[in-house]
């Protein structure tokens, strides 16, 4: 197996492919042999310890779920496993009932033949690198394997997602009555949980795409598909429309007149509102070297500071953690709220979401008006050498575009992290100016960078 199997978000890639049963329960394996040698894991009554497995709807997910299970118990591991609920509400299980690890399957907005596998630590938290490291270095070692007693039980209780969804009520302290909403659950994680939650929390709620088959998540639906959701907001004459993903750990948004609310404008509503209240921890907000320049300027009208973290919502929390900050998210929508959540909680930024719309007595285009977002142009440069991004004419070609965009614009050159490519962002004054700073540098790239 060439390169790191783990990415940004566990490990991810085609079931049955390079994601296979054997692989999930090694894997299984690996996670509790690891942490178990570091000392992660607590005393319990059967001194065994336990963690909390949950899966969202796809087909594979059966058999995989299965596989790590199988793993896990066989490393002298007690399973509860939960059944099909978002990765927020595995986070949030693991903590609260003092498992000693989580284990999360899903592709999240992936299409439907790919998973993933992802795991927390006690308290809900995403491994380290160098956790990962060591459970992928610990593959092939089998031995020392428990036996009779010692190896763990696995059960079922599909009943504890009861003590997510009162944690997400209780999480905000006014009605949403008289709020209509519709929600598109991308027949995955979200397509109970989410609409439960905000009917428990008073609002009116319209579904779509909430009839998972195992075979249907991700499938012209959800947050990276939204055209149906538009639709649905204009037809029910809703106030508002939320898109979730596969997993349920993202949160998109549509106004009353149909227009697409990101996660950059979310986070922005969300941080205002907390400023508002004095619950503005530094006033601070972490976002991403993804955001658009547009909201920087925003926060910065309204006293906010912002800490751009690298993309993903891990690294989104590290900087949330390191510098005790309670707020932070990226502009696909995974939105991180530390006070409750300890990942992106898409049904959770939801809730808080209506909630201010609520408490201002404001629309959701008046609310995500505090943002104008700069026109920003994205162009993929493929089969490249990504190492090559700090050569010098790239970077003087990097300085001299910038120059010219002066404050109302910027560049942004970023290595995929999974791909041969180089991405080329820019953002500018007018959208054309964007495209043709953009089209320059992905030439530069393409030309320098080359394999």
Same mark, same amino acid.
């Given at each position: 197996m ?5 990415? #940004?978000?566990g ?8 994601? #296979? ?13 690891v ?18 497995v !949950?899966r ?15 793993g ?10 939960v059944?099909? /609920? ?10 609260h009932?003092g ?11 992936n ?25 992928e ?15 763990g ?23 949403l ?5 519709v ?7 979200? %397509?109970?949980?989410?609409?439960e ?7 009116? /709620? ?5 009839e ?9 639906? !959800?947050s ?7 639709a ?7 106030d508002?429309g ?20 990101d996660?950059d ?11 508002e209240?004095n ?7 972490v ?9 920087n ?8 500071e ?8 891990r690294y989104?929390l590290e ?12 502009q696909?929508?995974?939105?991180v709220?530390?006070?409750f959540?300890?990942?992106?909680? !898409?049904?959770?930024?939801?809730l808080?979401?209506? %909630?201010?719309?609520?408490? #201002?007595?404001?629309t ?9 977002k ?8 493929p089969?490249?050498d990504?190492s090559?991004?700090?050569k ?13 965009l002066?404050? #109302?614009?910027?560049v ?10 180089i991405? /080329? ?5 007018t959208?054309?100016q964007?495209?043709?700073a ?7 790239v ?6």
């Amino acid at each position: 197996m060439s390169g790191r199997l783990f990415g #940004t978000d566990g490990v991810r890639g085609l079931a049955n492919g390079l994601l #296979t049963a054997e692989l999930a329960t090694n894997l299984g394996v690996a996670a509790a042999q690891v942490l178990g040698e570091r000392g992660e894991f607590a005393k319990h009554k059967t001194d065994r310890p336990f963690a909390i497995v !949950g899966r969202d709807p796809r087909a594979s997910g059966e058999f995989l779920q299965s596989a790590i299970c199988a793993g896990l118990a066989s490393a002298g591991v007690d399973v509860i496993d939960v059944g099909v /609920v978002p990765t927020p509400a595995v986070a949030f299980l693991t903590d609260h009932t003092g498992a000693d690890l989580g284990v999360m399957l899903s592709a999240s907005h992936n299409p439907m033949p790919d998973n993933g596998i992802k795991f927390f630590a006690r308290g809900g938290v995403k491994l380290d690198d160098a956790i990962e490291d060591a459970i992928e270095a610990h593959l092939k070692i089998t031995n020392n394997l428990p036996t009779g007693s010692g190896v763990g039980r696995i059960r079922s209780d599909h009943d504890l997602i009861e003590k997510y969804l009162h944690h997400l009520a209780a999480s905000i302290t006014n009605s949403l009555a008289g709020i209509k909403v519709v929600i598109d659950g991308a027949n995955g994680s979200a %397509s109970l949980v989410g609409p439960e939650a905000l009917r428990r929390a008073g609002a009116q /709620v319209v579904t779509i795409h909430c009839e998972p088959d195992g075979l249907n998540i991700n499938e012209k639906c !959800g947050s990276t598909h939204m055209e149906d959701l538009f639709a649905a907001v204009l037809t029910h004459g809703a106030d508002v429309g939320i898109a979730h993903d596969g997993d349920a750990d993202r949160c998109l948004a549509v106004d009353a007149d149909g227009n697409f609310i990101d996660g950059d404008q979310i986070l922005a509503i969300l941080a205002v509102g907390r400023k508002e209240r004095n619950e503005l921890i530094g006033n601070t907000v972490v976002a991403t070297v993804m955001s658009n320049l547009g909201f920087n300027i925003a926060m910065r009208e309204h006293g906010i500071e912002v800490i751009a973290a690298a993309v993903g919502d891990r690294y989104v929390l590290e900087e949330m953690r390191n510098g005790g900050f309670t707020i932070g998210g990226e502009q696909s929508g995974h939105v991180v709220l530390s006070e409750f959540a300890t990942t992106g909680d !898409g049904a959770l930024t939801a809730l808080h979401l209506l %909630s201010e719309m609520k408490r #201002t007595g404001k629309t959701l285009a008046q609310l995500a008006s505090l943002v104008t977002k700069l026109p920003q142009v994205l162009i993929n440069v493929p089969n490249v050498d990504k190492s090559a991004v700090s050569k010098t004419v790239v970077v003087d070609a990097v300085i001299k575009v910038e120059k010219e965009l002066g404050e #109302t614009g910027r560049v942004l050159l970023r290595p995929s992290g999974t791909e041969p490519l180089i991405r /080329v962002m820019v953002e500018a004054a007018t959208a054309q100016q964007a495209q043709a700073a953009a089209q320059e540098l992905a030439q530069v790239v393409a030309k320098h960078c080359a394999l």
